[in-house]
């Protein structure tokens, strides 16, 4: 058990709150869960967006490219770029009253969001109300999803260095963990509902159920976090009447070249992250293997990068946020022309070990210490927005700009083209090895103020 002291601005020693391991656990826990439903939610977007709005909310009559078109719309690009949006409301709430206030709202919001999206009507029923309710109902879960990464990382980056504990990024890498384990969890989910609900009855209902059991785990979540302790920072910061008027707004202000670093230097990770999440399924079915062995490369690169990311967070302890950051890009810079042309060979083997070096190995490698790295970059009042609002800004814009890139020049012609996937990765990673490595600060040894 340790007390934490914070020197205060007279340099009197103020003990503030006993802070334990047990605490830091609950936390990290409750962390986990809450960003596996995030990406198990996104999983399950990106799977109906395509496969299943089409079909329910336009007529039958709409031309089936311009209803997928729609349906991708309502169900990725609307609650991709909410994303920012929550960060900014939820950053808001979390630097003046609280972490822990901030992230129960939010998960409420969640789960009532996606009850509302799984009772979605049909355009048989409503008509063109149907697709305006998807719109709204993805925005909220957007914008509830949107404020957990901002708020999980402070708090278990703040309790870390509360605690004593010299594993700060291995704490905060909790946050991240739940990327590949949604990613696990989706497609699992998605095949047990179609076996039970079989045809028709899964168009009509099983992907209902979908955000049934994704509600009901918020609500399970939301429950855990109950019974965990307010970050003992910010804490301090509120006793003290240090807490920003307006926390979203004057990072900008006080932050704006941590934001500017921070967008750059991270980018590279959400263009390739998504490039690996939404386009390499069609890619790999487009040069001629099963999607359901896209599907499934996915899953097992995944399963990796639970154990990869664990590593490279104790490695950035170690060694240092940066140098961790660097040389993982710089591996990337070679393997952008290697990834395609393995994928290409039409080799299960080798499209598999493609997906595993590209996600499992190295772009997970690469994002491990991101938590931890973000949230020591920004003072504490102003710690869950800046750190929500840059990490979920990056994300929408690198990872919407890549997939729409790679969608929109390699069209069908996924093996003649396969240079072109190699140069929208290059460009990506060369940006923020560069910015990496010129701008960024270590932030290791970084005290928390």
Request: aromatic letters at 16%; glycine letters at 8%.
């Amino acid at each position: 058990m340790y007390r934490v002291y914070i020197l205060d601005i007279t340099m009197q020693c103020l003990m503030v709150e006993k802070v334990t391991i047990k605490d830091l656990s609950k936390i990290a826990t409750g962390v986990a869960v809450g960003t596996t439903i995030e990406w198990y939610d996104f999983s399950i977007a990106s799977v109906i967006s395509a496969t299943i709005f089409p079909y329910i909310l336009f007529p039958s009559t709409m031309p089936k490219t311009i209803a997928i078109i729609f349906g991708i719309l309502i169900g990725l690009v609307v609650g991709l770029f909410a994303r920012p949006v929550g960060s900014f409301v939820w950053g808001h709430i979390g630097d003046r009253w609280g972490r822990k206030p901030a992230v129960i709202i939010d998960f409420v919001v969640t789960a009532l969001s996606a009850v509302a999206l799984g009772l979605t009507p049909t355009y048989q029923q409503v008509g063109y109300l149907a697709p305006s309710l998807a719109v709204v109902f993805r925005f909220l879960t957007g914008l509830g999803i949107g404020g957990i990464w901002g708020g999980a990382s402070a708090w278990l980056t703040e309790t870390a260095y509360a605690v004593g504990s010299r594993w700060r990024a291995l704490w905060a890498s909790w946050t991240q963990i739940g990327l590949p384990l949604g990613l696990i969890w989706a497609p699992g989910m998605m095949a047990i509902l179609s076996t039970i609900y079989p045809g028709k009855s899964f168009l009509t209902f099983g992907w209902r159920v979908a955000y049934f059991v994704a509600a009901a785990a918020v609500v399970v979540a939301a429950f855990m976090w109950f019974f965990v302790t307010e970050s003992t920072l910010f804490k301090y910061v509120r006793d003290r009447g240090m807490v920003a008027k307006a926390p979203s707004l004057e990072v900008f202000r006080y932050h704006w070249k941590e934001i500017i670093i921070l967008f750059f230097a991270f980018i590279g990770n959400p263009a390739l992250g998504y490039l690996f999440i939404a386009y390499s399924p069609a890619y790999i079915s487009g040069v001629g293997l099963p999607m359901s062995f896209a599907y499934e490369t996915q899953s097992i690169a995944s399963l990796v990068g639970i154990f990869i990311l664990i590593i490279f967070a104790l490695l950035s302890d170690k060694y240092g946020r940066k140098p961790i950051f660097f040389w993982t890009y710089v591996a990337l810079i070679p393997y952008s022309f290697i990834y395609p042309l393995l994928i290409i060979t039409r080799v299960y083997a080798y499209a598999l070990l493609a997906q595993i070096i590209f996600w499992g190995v190295l772009i997970i490698a690469n994002m491990a210490m991101v938590p931890a790295l973000f949230s020591e970059h920004f003072p504490t009042r102003f710690r869950y927005s800046g750190a929500g609002v840059t990490y979920n800004l990056t994300v929408a814009t690198g990872g919407s700009v890549a997939a729409l890139l790679a969608t929109t020049l390699i069209g069908t012609e996924y093996v003649a083209k396969w240079w072109i996937l190699s140069i929208i990765i290059f460009i990506f990673v060369l940006v923020s090895t560069l910015v990496t490595f010129f701008l960024l600060s270590e932030t290791k040894e970084k005290r928390l103020e």
